[in-house]
């Protein structure tokens, strides 16, 4: 079965410096996101990507993110100039169309960011 | 904003006795999808309610969405130590164009041989 891939599996990164966080989503699917999850905390939704823009983020989502999908196949969360309170785990997922049309989101592993 | 409510936070059980967990919106959903995390691992979907009082089954597990499709329950039927995990309820608002799933805190699932 298809599935949404995510590298690096942990990153660890000093405060203040930038990271990037990859993903492939399922090749037909045309709906990205990215979620992030505090230690023993709730999902949380962060921004949403269609068509080579954003549909929808969240108020976490500032000026310090940004996602981009530069190719073909992958989709980035850059975080600029990282906070210890950006220590989480970081979830893609992806969808063949919007959720709202029922669609399920498809997670991968995740990557866990550690802020030194 | 809007917000899922899920309860309990966590459940104990023996194995082989029943587990529930209620989910409840703030306002009216499109959807619910309804999503199970192992320890240490990622969300993994399960099933999507769309219509008003939907009941859906899984083998021994029973999905419904309330009428006012503002709310929602899991329940497993003699729980298994393969059911251990975090069930988090997602809820969809209508109309919503950017597919933002609103996590419920989740009900971590433990059951006990």
């Known amino acids: 079965e298809p599935e949404v891939t995510q590298t690096p599996s942990h990153q660890v990164t000093q405060m203040g410096q930038e990271v990037i966080l990859r993903c492939v989503p399922i090749?037909?699917?045309?709906?990205f996101y990215w979620y992030r999850q505090i230690l023993g905390q709730k999902v949380e939704f962060l921004v949403s990507?269609?068509?080579?823009?954003?549909?929808?983020k969240s108020e976490i989502f500032d000026d310090q993110f940004s996602v981009e999908r530069p190719d073909g196949s992958n989709f980035t969360l850059k975080i600029r100039s990282t906070k210890l309170e950006d220590s989480a785990m970081y979830f893609c997922a992806s969808s063949a169309r919007r959720s709202d049309l029922n669609q399920p989101q498809h997670f991968g592993d995740g990557t866990r960011l550690s802020i030194l | 904003g809007q917000q899922v409510m899920q309860i309990p936070q966590y459940q104990h059980v023996q194995e082989g006795e029943d587990f529930t967990t209620y989910c409840n919106s703030s306002t009216t959903l499109s959807n619910i999808q309804w999503y199970k995390q192992r320890p240490g691992g990622h969300p993994v979907f399960l099933i999507q309610?769309?219509?008003?009082?939907e009941v859906k089954k899984q083998k021994r597990l029973t999905f419904q969405f309330g009428e006012a499709k503002k709310n929602s329950s899991l329940h497993i039927t003699a729980t298994q130590t393969t059911d251990v995990g975090t069930y988090f309820c997602?809820?969809?608002?209508?109309?919503?164009?950017?597919?933002?799933?609103?996590f419920g805190q989740g009900t971590e699932l433990s059951v006990k041989p």
């Open positions: 090749s037909n699917h045309l709906y």
């Open positions: 997602a809820g969809i608002k209508p109309y919503n164009q950017g597919g933002k799933l609103i």
């Open positions: 990507f269609y068509n080579n823009e954003i549909s929808e």
């Open positions: 309610l769309v219509k008003s009082g």
